[in-house]
């Protein structure tokens, strides 16, 4: 039974406290995953859910700000930096550099907590978040732009040997068909 005294955990703290148990949440999936079923399995399942959570996390990001969609690609690459400043980008588990030329976002990655994580848990491979990363970005401006049509090329991967994770996304708004 309690003496009374409740604990009351400051905002700003619950929100560290919640993105590092998501990721945490995430790294410990997989590493049960592997366990039971082998990194094969366990990398395609991550993959497949991954992908499916990238959507989620965009629209839930969309609904939170109040907007039904992304109004530019700049205005998209602006929603997406307040989803991950939430995950602790500000306090540097995810490090990056973009720049937008016309309908091109070019993204250079220097530090991610997915990959970090993977090789702690010095498996018989650590490149799951490489993998995932292949199509994430298109899935993530797709879902924020819906009336573009979204492609992304992977030009190099920290996990695959480069010095940096390097992306090229690419919205180009659909025409109507009249």
């Known amino acids: ?8 955990i400051p905002l700003e703290v619950r929100a560290q406290v919640m993105a590092g148990l998501a990721l945490a949440w995430d790294g410990q999936w ?12 366990a990398a395609e399942i991550n993959l497949r859910t991954r992908h499916a959570f990238g959507r989620l996390e965009m629209r839930s990001t969309l609904l939170a700000l109040g907007k039904k969609k992304a109004e530019s690609l700049v205005d998209a690459l602006e929603v997406w930096q307040a989803y991950f400043r939430m995950f602790g980008a500000d306090r540097g588990v995810f490090a990056g550099d973009y720049a937008i030329e016309g309908d091109t976002l070019a993204v250079t990655v220097h530090k991610c907590a997915a ?40 030009i190099a991967r920290m996990g695959f040997g480069d010095s940096a994770c390097r992306f090229r996304v690419t919205a180009q708004e659909k025409r109507s068909r009249v």
Not at 118 to 134: F, I, N, P
């Open 1 to 8: 039974m309690s003496d009374g005294k409740m604990y009351d």
């Open 30 to 41: 997989f590493l049960k995953v592997n366990d039971k079923f082998g990194w094969d399995t």
């Open 115 to 154: 990959r970090e994580g993977a090789k702690r848990a010095k498996l018989e491979k650590d490149v799951q978040a490489c993998l995932t990363c292949e199509q994430l970005w298109q899935i993530w401006f797709s879902s924020l732009l819906p009336d573009h049509e979204v492609s992304q090329e992977t």
